[in-house]
């Protein structure tokens, strides 16, 4: 079982900046792949990014590119969210999510999730 805990969300301006960090507490997945998620009232979760804890490999979501970038740290199940030039239709809460031998956008592709942080921008 694999347990996230993201952190980093906030209140911010438009034109802002943020960085969520998501931690996991496993890390015998030699193919964990960690992204990043949106969801809104109403709406299904929105695909954000996505990255291979070892391969390093990353994709950004066309929605935000240019805006958002997903790291990860060096020797540690962590990963970053750096989101710039915040626009207050990227008010959402931000989950961190986790799966096992996946390289997909699908939300039902990956099998764990953070409890999520709330993520407002005012205009």
């Known amino acids: 079982q694999v347990q996230l805990i993201e952190s980093g969300g906030g209140s911010v301006q438009a034109g802002g900046s943020l960085r969520l960090s998501c931690a996991a507490s496993?890390?015998?997945?030699?193919?964990?792949?960690m992204g990043w998620f949106r969801q809104t009232p109403g709406k299904s979760r929105e695909f954000l990014g996505r990255i291979g804890m070892n391969s390093g490999v990353k994709v950004v979501a066309d929605s935000v590119k240019g805006r958002f970038a997903i790291s990860k740290a060096q020797g540690a199940h962590t990963i970053y969210l750096q989101m710039d030039s915040l626009k207050p239709e990227d008010t959402a809460v931000y989950f961190c999510?986790?799966?096992?031998?996946?390289?997909?956008?699908?939300?039902?592709?990956?099998?764990?999730w953070g409890p999520g942080t709330q993520v407002t921008v005012s205009s």
């Open positions: 496993e890390r015998t997945y030699s193919t964990l792949v």
């Open positions: 999510a986790a799966g096992s031998n996946i390289w997909s956008d699908d939300p039902n592709n990956f099998r764990f």
